[in-house]
């Protein structure tokens, strides 16, 4: 059960209803003060120093590692604070050797930060690039996989949860096919570690890639957690060595080794307060909270005549994003209504999603609404009311 009182931790929402974390998530007061700790009491480099703060902030960034290491049930392998999943990614697809005719498999259902990557290794190094397309629904068949993955499938990457749909992806079917045939496999968790429990261990990837700034911490903090530390750092510099001579130097181990130069250590530690703010209220919690927000959306949407909703219905396994269109209105359009009506913030658009928009024949794409643990029922009564009013409106017209 979420406490009705957490909405206090998040003071912009007493003059708006917040409908866009599938975007950006807000950070509570403990997230932002932790941050703001880091600034008055002991800011200084992280693993730089022996002075007494230098020493203080090196130990606060373990500490962080750790923190986020456990909140995804790592128990081996590495973890590295990048700055978003997109860079996270951009990681994987720059530090794996290629050769011309490795295959990568992805899906239309993907944010482009899990294409552009893939598409750029096609044009420049040749590799052949296969991507799956989903039902309608955004349903992925494992099958599909198993149907064209062959000894030359390098990597897999796939998303766990749409950002455009809602529907939560079989990881555990896909990751079988692909320790079947020794392939490596990818998951984008951007939309789906900030709202459900995640095991990689049980989810049996390879890589993790996920947005702080999705799951209650700050901009630019992301995370690239990798089952076996084997890539080529995308960067090196200060902090990522263990020797420099004038004839070449010599990496370090650890995550050191792929964190080249000052981090973002007030994010860092933001991102670990984040991580005990949504362990406190319990991710299974979180996801059975949003579940009931999210089917009490769905239904009263699709009650509207001339509403369409997008992904898997009230009962699928989904997360918090709900698609939608009125019905002769530009979804742009629709979403400055709702702001200007009820000062509701939703995402309109393509989301990031050209190529499942172009496969939805979606022209214009959907407006989005995406909610995360301080949403509740009345904001969801507020945005189908408010739809249902433009929705009328429109038809007088």
């Known amino acids: 059960m979420i406490p009705s009182d957490i909405r206090t931790d998040f003071p912009l929402l007493s003059d708006v209803c917040y409908l866009d974390s599938a975007a950006t998530s807000l950070s509570p007061e403990p997230v932002l003060l932790a941050m703001l700790e880091y600034e008055h009491k ?3 480099n992280s693993g730089r120093g022996v002075h007494r703060i230098a020493q203080i902030t090196s130990q ?13 049930h790592a128990r081996e392998g590495e973890l590295v604070f990048t700055r978003n999943s997109t ?12 050769q011309k005719g490795d295959q990568v498999i992805t899906t239309l259902l993907e944010h482009h930060s899990n294409l552009l990557p893939w598409m750029r290794l096609r044009e420049r190094q040749g590799i052949d690039l296969h991507l799956i397309p989903p039902a309608q629904d955004g ?9 064209v993955i062959t000894k030359k499938t390098r990597l897999v990457a796939i998303t766990h949860a749409s950002n455009v749909l809602g529907n939560v992806v079989p990881i555990r079917e896909f990751a079988k096919i ?3 045939h020794g392939t490596l496999l990818l998951v984008d968790g951007s939309q789906s570690v900030p709202h459900i429990p995640v095991d990689v261990e049980r989810l049996g990837c390879d890589f993790l890639c996920f947005s702080g700034h ?23 510099g200060g902090g990522s060595v263990d020797r420099v001579t004038a004839a070449g130097y010599t990496l370090t181990g650890g995550y050191e080794r792929y964190e080249a130069g000052t981090p973002n250590i007030a994010g860092a530690i933001g991102l670990a307060r984040a991580v005990e703010y949504l362990e406190a209220l319990g991710m299974e919690d979180i996801q059975h909270h949003e579940q009931h927000i999210t089917r009490h959306i769905i239904e009263g949407l699709t009650s509207i005549g001339n509403v369409q909703v997008f992904g898997p219905g009230s009962a699928g396994n989904r997360i918090g994003v709900i698609s939608f269109a009125i019905k002769g209105l530009n979804p742009h359009d629709v979403a400055m ?12 658009g393509h989301h990031c999603c050209m190529p499942l928009m172009e496969h939805l024949h979606l022209a214009d794409g959907t407006v989005r609404a995406s909610l995360h643990c301080y949403n509740t029922i009345e904001d969801a009564d507020l945005l189908v009311g408010t739809v249902k009013k433009i929705s009328g409106d429109w038809d007088k017209r």
């Not at 890539?231 to 090196?236: A, D, G, H, N």
């Open 42 to 44: 002991f800011r200084a």
């Open 60 to 72: 606060k960034y373990r500490d962080a590692h750790q923190k986020v290491r456990k909140f995804i």
């Open 87 to 98: 860079e996270a990614i951009n990681m994987v697809a720059s530090g794996l050797p290629w």
């Open 139 to 147: 349903t992925l068949d494992p099958a599909a996989l198993e149907a």
């Open 178 to 180: 692909c320790q079947d």
């Open 214 to 236: 999705k799951m209650l911490g700050p901009t630019g903090t992301g995370v690239l957690y990798m089952k076996t530390p084997s890539l080529e750092p995308l960067l090196v």
């Open 337 to 348: 209504m709702l702001d200007g009506e009820a000062n509701i913030m939703v995402r309109s």
